[in-house]
């Protein structure tokens, strides 16, 4: 008997995306139900019926139903699927989130583990979940897995949520790496980081579906998984799902700026122009003139592409006596922009940077006057 079924995680439903402007937003939201059909039909073509999420289906606790409507529909409306939904640190059991949720009615095809436990899902397919019952956990949610006793001979799965190793920032929960093999489980399936993530043959993590950050760890995925009896290896394929493509770009800058350094590449990394959002982190000395052609040129880019987020915290400006001599024409503009020059060489830190993007949007400025380029 082969069993084959989905794993996915953090949906994260209803992320606000801040730093973008309201409509990218809007559509970055919009993207995190609309995958919910492309899982579907991945389980479809590989003849999946269950579909496991490990954790934050949604982002926070709110219970505006603005929020949850449209994806439950969603859930419902693939009635030949069974969808095992467990709450993470994001939705955990005890926030708000649930009890509308749980209120309103769940469709049949859903089914939501609140307590710990063991369910078999299948003949002979147990499945041991491990909601999180708050945002944070002093004991690993999953120890009691290893004492969970199960049918004679049934496949084994886990369904958990936390993590197993130190990814760069403070766990709220910790599960321990070897949990698969103490508790002879045939696959347990992680969610809490954002990126697809194999930790041992029978341990994974699934990672969003829909990537929501400029972290390249491999996200936008979710995991076919079959197993083909008890104590057998699970064979594991990655199936894309992911629409949006987000990449950060390191820009070095010396008094000038070469275009390939911002435009390279930038085609061939995501399907449709519209799909890509772009970070770029500028670094290095840049005169006020050529920053005033750096910046219609990233107007353009972003009007191109999905997005742009600019980081110009490690860009200087350097004056040349090029700049100064170009707004001669103009004498108000020359003396304020001598003005801001000597300041910007006889300041401060603090000053020095408020003197220098003083210059920048002068030129700014014109190189938009003259081109008609707007913001």
Sequence with gaps: MTFKFIHTADWQIGKRFGAFDDETAA??????????????????????????VAGDIFDREGADPSVYQQPIAKLKSSKDLIWHLIPGNHDAV????????????????????????????????DLLVSPLM?????????RWMDSGQSGAHNIRIGLAHGSVADFGAEASVLIDKDRAQKAQLDY???GDWHGLKEIDPRTYYSGTPEPDSFMQNDPGFVL???????GSFPRVERIKVGQYYWHERLIEIAADFDQNLIHGGLDDLASEPDLLLLKFRLRGTISPEAYGRL????????????????????????VLGSDLESLKSDPTLHLA?????????????????????????LFVYLARLESGVKS
Aim: a negative charge; charged letters at 30%.
């Design 27 to 52: 559509r970055l939201r919009a993207a995190r139900i609309s995958v919910i059909e492309r899982i579907a039909q991945s389980a479809r073509d590989r003849g999946a019926v269950h579909i496991l």
């Design 188 to 190: 347990l399936a992680l």
């Design 94 to 125: 005890s926030g708000s989130i649930w009890g509308p949720i749980i209120k309103d009615g769940l469709p049949s095809n859903v089914r939501l583990y609140s307590e710990p436990g063991i369910h078999e899902i299948a003949d002979g397919i």
């Design 224 to 230: 076919s998984v079959e197993l083909d009896g008890e």
């Design 295 to 318: 910046d219609q040129e990233l107007i353009r880019l972003g009007g191109t592409y999905g997005a742009l987020i600019r980081n110009e915290k490690r860009l200087e400006t350097r």
């Design 134 to 142: 708050s945002r944070t956990a002093t004991d690993d949610p999953t």
């Design 337 to 361: 922009a001598m003005r801001l020059s000597e300041l910007n060489e006889a300041a401060g830190e603090s000053d020095k940077e408020t003197s220098g993007a003083a210059l920048k949007r």
